[in-house]
C-alpha cells in the first residue's frame, strides 16, 4: 500500500508540472535512448495464491533506437523480485526459511509514439525470452532452480521530456510467460531516459 501511494503522489506532481512542459518549446529528437526504472507488479495468475510472493519490486534498463518520429526498436530487460520468508521449528529452536521468486524478461519489441510535444503518449510490444528462478535459503544452505520459456509483453505510457538529455517515463505493463509456473504480471514503473545522438 505504501509503495501504491507513493507511486501515486509522484504522479500527481508529474500531472501538475506537466502542462508546462507540454506547452514549451519541443526539444530536438535523438536516435538513441536508455532507460532505467523501477517499479512495482503483482502476478495476475493463482500459482501464486497464499505464497507470500504475489507481487514485489520491477526493474528494467531497456535501449531504444529511433527510426522516424513515431517508430523505435527497443531491447527490453525487465526483472519482477519476490520472496517470502517463513519460521520452522524441527525441535530445535525456531529457524527461518528464505524464499526468493525471481522472475526475468529479455527480448526485442516496438514502440509506436504519437507526434511532437513534450509529452508524448506511446504503446509498445515485445516477445520476450522469460527465466523464473526459484531460490531457498535455510540453515546456512542455499539452493536454486529455474525454468525457460518464451513471453510477450504490452506496454503503454507517457514520455514526458524534462530537457536535451532527460525524459520521465511512466508506464503500465503487463508480461506473459509460462515457463513453469503462470508467471504473468500487471504493474507500473516511472524512471529516467537517457537521449542521446540528436537526429539532423
Given amino acids: 500500500m505504501n509503495r501504491l501511494l507513493t507511486f ?13 512542459f507540454a506547452d514549451a518549446q519541443a526539444f530536438g529528437p535523438t536516435r538513441s535512448h536508455i532507460t ?3 517499479g512495482y507488479a ?4 493463482d500459482d501464486f ?3 507470500g510472493m504475489e507481487s514485489g519490486m520491477v526493474g528494467q534498463l ?19 523480485w519476490t520472496g517470502d520468508t517463513q519460521v520452522v521449528d524441527d525441535g530445535g529452536g525456531p529457524m527461518e526459511m528464505e524464499f526468493g521468486h525471481d ?11 504519437s507526434n511532437g510535444g513534450n509529452v508524448r503518449p506511446y504503446a509498445q510490444a515485445n516477445i520476450f525470452y522469460a527465466t523464473e528462478t526459484l531460490s531457498l535459503e535455510f540453515d ?5 532452480a529455474d525454468e525457460s520459456g518464451i513471453g510477450f509483453g504490452f506496454m503503454g505510457g507517457v514520455d514526458i521530456r524534462v530537457s536535451d538529455l532527460l525524459s520521465i517515463p511512466v508506464e503500465g505493463a503487463y ?6 509456473n503462470d508467471v504473468s504480471t500487471l504493474g507500473f514503473s516511472a524512471g529516467l531516459t537517457f537521449n542521446l545522438s540528436p537526429m539532423p
Avoid at 501515486?8 to 508546462?20: C, E, G, H, R, Y
Avoid at 508480461?175 to 513453469?180: G, T
Fill in 49 to 51: 495464491d497464499d505464497s
Fill in 175 to 180: 508480461m506473459y510467460a509460462k515457463p513453469e
Fill in 36 to 38: 532505467v526504472g523501477l
Fill in 42 to 45: 503483482s502476478h495476475t495468475s
Fill in 62 to 80: 531497456a535501449y531504444r533506437y529511433t527510426i522516424n518520429t513515431n517508430f523505435d526498436v527497443t531491447f527490453d530487460y525487465r526483472t519482477l
Fill in 140 to 144: 546456512g544452505m542455499d539452493a536454486s
Fill in 103 to 113: 522472475t526475468t524478461f529479455m527480448g526485442p519489441g516496438a514502440r509506436w509514439t
Fill in 8 to 20: 501515486l503522489a509522484a504522479a500527481v506532481v508529474l500531472a501538475a508540472v506537466t502542462p508546462s
